[in-house]
């Protein structure tokens, strides 16, 4: 059982920048991709990035050059760095991580962008 927790959330202005971090713990293999996803209030949710253990990328076209994903192997943990937020950015975001061909989910933290 993989455990992920997210943290780094909050409230920022519009034009600011928040990162976004998550431990994942207690897994026995490999953890493959790991990734981020949003869900914004009468919304499905959404992928915003993904990264392989080989640090290969992925960005919906809402975040490209906005936002970078990173992660370090050896603690498994991963990042989210996001400028230039919009209030359209305002969601809970989840941590994502795939191992041993099980997706697990962190709990959300909610980030607003709003003056």
């Known amino acids: 059982q993989v455990q992920l927790m997210e943290s780094g959330g909050g409230l920022v202005q519009p034009g600011g920048s928040l990162t976004l971090s998550c431990a994942a713990s207690g897994s026995r293999f490999r953890i493959n991709v790991m990734g981020w996803y949003r869900q914004a209030p009468g919304k499905q949710r959404e992928l915003v990035a993904t990264i392989t253990r080989g640090s290969t990328t992925t960005y919906a076209d809402s975040v490209k050059g906005r936002f970078t994903t990173s992660r370090d192997n050896a603690k498994n943990v991963v990042y989210l760095q996001m400028n230039s937020l919009k209030p359209e950015d305002t969601a809970v975001y989840y941590c994502?991580?795939?191992?041993?061909?099980?997706?697990?989910w962190g709990q959300g933290i909610q980030v607003t962008v709003s003056s």
């Open positions: 994502n991580a795939g191992s041993n061909n099980i997706d697990y």
